[in-house]
């Protein structure tokens, strides 16, 4: 069935529909189902206009650091899985039989947080909820105080750490075993995310304890202290399931059984598990590095060694624990070269594009033994023909700058509404607009340093097909993508309305609504259900009869034609024009609407309304949806 891709129908900061939660919005009407999910919604608009210019309906200036009760969706997830009564994740004092148990390495059960499927996602959300108001604020700062020195990046994390902190907005879980919403395969850039998500909680040291004297040393652990987490650098060898880790000290003398040394030793011989964060070089990552959760180990033996610095050091010797995702299927970058033949059934390809993205798109199938349907994999809209020849549309207008191009300046930047352009310096969209202009093949600027080019330069995302449990194929990123990042366009034959509705298989048909929404903003009086004006796209060049498109991707197309729809989607659609200035056949361009995990699955809204979908005796036919989001609509149409 043709899904009707949810285009953005104003420029008013609140359309970010990566985070629409409860509501449906078509055509600049967005119906929220109840009055919480209204709530979510007005909390991602405040959050958003961090980064606007002018002052906001709600009376604070756009340079404002965001308010203590724009955390409270957060901070409300925090209550129900943290201190809620439905999850236990404290562990119970032990009895005195119980302490005997732990002192003598018994496996300390429950050290694993036993928490259901739902509290799981509550759990998630707030994780999530985290890193994008953590993320939210550091790029403010930044733009705020514009500093051109990469190095200084670091400070403006150490900004948004504290300010997190000042509005206790992190997880304060401490204690032994797996924090929650955190899942194996999470990559991390700034170790102020660790902090703030519980997972390691000192920016520097890479050994995090228990002192003994804290609350939980004395209750459960015999007034030990013992170890949260270690992060494994370079010196460390981890090879997947083992990992010989360097313990403190060594470097002026050898190092000694206290602190971080002892607490590990304190939880081999306790038989507790330990957090593993991996910290590789990255120089995609804006820092430099990455974290990388492993999961949790356990310490099963130590010893005194020599160390790299001619003095004597301790070694520990971790071993993974079971009952965990497996290391090879969450981190694909442990086995670049996987052979296809010692593991059949998991990967399928390495490369669905065959090479024609930059980076490659693997499918992985560990569920069931179907391969995706043959199709032609094409990074760019193909149009149609007419008389042997495309039907290209409007030639799209030209800037003169040199080099790259700037607001005020570039004639394509200026014919974005606001006359600025729509990326910040990162790249990174900072809202949604009913269109954006990117310079495009006619201009004069440099296609590589351009900032105003950002949708047109290909997957930078290393995206991955898997097989799902209930939705077929769908997509998921193995890489974290900050919020307002590209993701990808939706490529596949472009096709009238007319044409499209005589193709037999309906599942790839994406609805090009450029036509109601230009018609929306052609009406100035119009108005959105939320009683926000809808703003007036500047008068286009357009002909008169405006014809209605679709993009068919099921024999043509790319990795987008494998996305699936979410009630809760963390992607959302802008229309983009670059190399044609045709309102009604603008790019499908998917963005991230939140900082989104790596191993995640990405979505957007198809946006279809309920009960619009009829057989031709116009009888309602419905699909169930199986998005699994906590508000799902229960039914795609
Ligand atoms: C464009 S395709 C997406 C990729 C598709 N899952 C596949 O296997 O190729 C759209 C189709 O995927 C399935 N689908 C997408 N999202 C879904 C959801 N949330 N629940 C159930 N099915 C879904 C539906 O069959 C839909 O018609």
Known sequence: MRALVTLPT?????????????CSCNSGICICRSSMTIKYRRQSISTRTQTHKGVQGNGSAEGDI??????????????VFLTG??????LAT?????????????????????????????????TLGILTKFSEIRRKAQQDHWDPNPSNKSKFAVQAGAKMIELKCYNDFNDVGRVPGVRVGDCYSYSYELLLLGLHRHLRGNICHLSSTSEAARTKYSNLSVVLSIIAGENDRINGEKLMFIGQGGKQKQSRAETGNLALMNSCNLGLPVRVIRREKDTDSDTGQRFTYYGLYKVVKYFLDSGPHGHSVYKFFLLREGNQPSLETMLPHLSPKPDLSSAPGILLTADISDGVEQTPVRVVNAVDVNAPDTFQYITTVVYPYKNGSAQLPFRAQACE?????????????KRNSGN????????????????VYECGPLCNCSIIACRNRVSQKGLRWRLEVFRTMSKGWGVRTLDLIPSGSFVCELTGELLTSTVAAERENDEYLFNL?????????????????????????????????????????????NVARFINHSCKPNLFVQGVLHDHADLNRGHIMLFAGEDIAAHTEISYDYGYELDSVRDIHGNVIAKECHCGARFCRKRMY
């Open 10 to 22: 104003g420029d008013s900061p609140e359309s970010f529909p990566g985070r629409s939660g409860n």
């Open 66 to 79: 965001v308010e203590v009760d724009e955390f409270k969706e957060v901070n409300e997830y925090k209550e």
């Open 85 to 90: 009564s439905k999850v236990n994740l404290a």
């Open 94 to 126: 032990p009895s005195d039989a119980q302490q005997q148990d732990l002192m003598s390495s018994a496996v300390v059960k429950n050290m694993i947080a036993e928490v259901s499927d739902s509290d799981e996602e509550d759990a998630r959300q707030f």
């Open 401 to 413: 700058c040199v080099y790259t191009c700037e607001n005020g300046v570039c004639s394509c930047v």
């Open 420 to 435: 600025v352009s729509a990326y910040n310096d990162d790249g990174h969209l900072i809202r949604v607009r009913n269109i």
């Open 513 to 557: 609504d450029f036509h109601s929404n230009a018609r929306a903003r052609n009406k100035p009086s119009s108005k959105s259900s939320k009683g926000k004006p809808v703003l007036v796209e500047p008068a286009t060049d357009q002909g008169s009869k405006a014809v209605h498109y679709v993009i068919d991707c099921r024999l043509k197309g």
